[in-house]
């Protein structure tokens, strides 16, 4: 366990659900983040916050709506999503808003979508 | 804009061997580069993390070494195990300030046959 939760684990919807995806650090930690991870790319950063105000967009798409209500929780929510969409979406938390320290990883949930 | 390349892609070695991965990046202007393990479906679990400043970190069985000025990164483990099994990622942290996320490879697929 590393200190980061993320739930669900696993998610089916349709191209015109509405689904948020929940994480949370239990490590004190005051920057956030989600990455996607597709089949056969890397890891791609898609949101990062500091402090619970968002710092980083990485060129998502607007389907996508991250939230950060406090510095523990984040939050992506999604609607009217793509097939391609379906993947790995991994939380991560470092502690402090700098470039020095480790990143911790959540298990992911594992998106499918139909 | 960082990309990050690991070689090989795949591996298999026989047991108690040493081995080595490997890991390039083109920008050298980085806070730091991590050491990821994955296994299958699973999240990230941080391996080590060598700052912009230090040559080189090591962890029990693992060594990962860093030189900036050849955009290289190695990881090096000791009398390899079948449990060492999984995908290794090496992200770099770019500089710049701000809590900017990681820039991933795509990976070394490891096995180590019993």
């Known amino acids: 366990e590393t200190g980061v939760t993320q739930t669900p684990r696993h998610l089916v919807m349709g191209m015109t659900n509405k689904k948020s995806l929940k994480c949370e650090q239990h490590l004190g930690h005051n920057a956030m983040y989600w990455y996607k991870q597709s089949a056969k790319k890397p890891l791609e950063l898609m949101f990062v916050?500091?402090?619970?105000?968002?710092?980083e967009n990485n060129s998502v798409p607007s389907r996508f709506s991250p939230e950060c209500p406090n510095s523990s929780h984040l939050f992506l929510h999604l609607h009217t999503l793509q097939p391609e969409d379906s993947a790995l979406y991994l939380c991560a938390s470092s502690q402090e808003a700098l470039g020095t320290d480790t990143q911790y990883f959540g298990p992911g949930t594992r998106l499918t979508v139909l | 804009k960082q990309e990050v390349t690991q070689i090989p892609a795949a591996l298999s070695v026989p047991e108690g061997e040493n081995l080595v991965l490997n890991c390039s990046f083109t920008d050298s202007a980085i806070y730091n580069l991590q050491w990821f393990r994955q296994d299958p479906g699973k999240g990230l679990t941080s391996l080590l993390l060598i700052q912009s400043s230090q040559r080189e970190q090591t962890s029990g069985r693992l060594n990962a070494s860093l030189d900036k000025s050849s955009g290289r990164s190695t990881l090096y483990i000791a009398a390899s195990q079948p449990g060492d099994s999984a995908t290794y990622l090496c992200?770099?942290?770019?500089?710049?300030?701000?809590?900017?996320?990681?820039?991933f490879g795509k990976g070394t697929h490891l096995i180590i046959q019993p």
């Open positions: 992200a770099g942290r770019e500089s710049g300030g701000g809590a900017d996320g990681l820039t």
């Open positions: 916050y500091n402090f619970k105000e968002q710092t």
